[in-house]
């Protein structure tokens, strides 16, 4: 009973934590409302969803950013948020007549419905702590399905570990957007830009990492060095790094004397 009043306490009325309990739920061609949850959908995208998704379709992020993509206000009044641009029939762009046509590369979003996941950043020690939640849109009759499910096998049959991890970094950032750190500059300063570019245009930061040279500038490993070079998820995870550096000072990346 005090564990339960010491949970309710954390959410809003209504948002009981799953836990261990278990869920039912299936997806699948032969549900009535198979492909309603892809059209007329808000979909905020992510640094990550970007990399994956400009790679599956096997262009270059600002391609990605200018075809699929709208720039909008969002929770952050500090930074920028993405949305998916549906297309002309108001439909994901990604959705083709037999379902999900990125479907191995498809969004966090896309993944981790019907769950969604909070994350308690407060704990003073130890890490911090996550907690699922059933959402139930009346349209969707996938919770109709017999199939039950924990969330562990949910996070694990939709791959959303790397997504997970990768969300946490995000937050990293974006908390520290909100702490407007643009040294007076505003929205669209200078320093915003550079912002917008590491997160959420990775082959255009490359280019300008390869114009100012700037991996010069740090000591690393040789081997976060190739990675760096060949890896997108590794330039993010560096250019995080760099960002916290340029913006806050914190000592995230070491100098090279020049
Ligand atoms: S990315 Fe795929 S699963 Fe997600 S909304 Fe678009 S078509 Fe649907
Ligand atoms: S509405 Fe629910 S069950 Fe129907 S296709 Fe979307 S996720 Fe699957």
Excluded at 86 to 91: D, F, L, Q, R
Excluded at 115 to 138: C, I, S, W
Excluded at 182 to 205: M, S, T
Aim: one cysteine or more; hydrophobic letters at 35%; proline letters at 6%.
């Amino acid at each position: 009973m005090g564990a339960s009043n010491k949970q309710e306490k954390k959410f809003p009325d209504g948002m009981v934590p799953l836990g261990k309990k278990t869920f039912s739920f299936a997806c699948h061609a032969q549900v009535s409302c198979w492909l309603t949850c892809c059209r007329n959908v808000d979909m905020f995208l992510y640094p990550y969803d970007i990399i994956l998704l400009k790679n599956h379709l096997q262009i270059r992020s600002d391609e990605f950013l200018e075809r699929y993509v709208k720039v909008v206000r969002g929770p952050n009044p500090s930074f920028p948020s993405l949305m998916m641009q549906m297309n002309g029939v108001n439909a994901c762009p990604f959705l083709g007549p037999e379902g999900c046509t990125v479907y191995e590369d498809r969004p966090s979003a896309c993944r981790m419905y019907p769950l969604e996941r909070a994350v308690d950043r407060t704990a003073t020690k130890g890490r911090p702590e996550e907690f699922y939640f059933l959402t139930n849109h009346p349209y969707c009759k996938g919770h109709q399905e017999e199939k039950n499910w924990t969330v562990k096998e949910w996070l694990r049959d939709q791959k959303l570990m790397i997504h997970n991890s990768q969300a946490d970094r995000w937050a990293e950032m974006d908390t520290m957007f909100a702490a407007n750190p643009w040294a007076g500059e505003g929205a669209a300063g200078p320093r915003q830009k550079l912002a917008f570019l590491v997160c959420y245009n990775i082959d255009g930061f490359r280019d300008y990492m390869r114009d100012k040279n700037i991996l010069a500038d740090f000591k690393l490993p040789a081997n976060r060095v190739r990675s760096i070079e060949q890896d997108d998820l590794s330039l993010l995870s560096f250019g995080y790094d760099w960002l916290q550096l340029v913006l806050t000072g914190a000592p995230t990346l070491k100098r090279r004397k020049r």
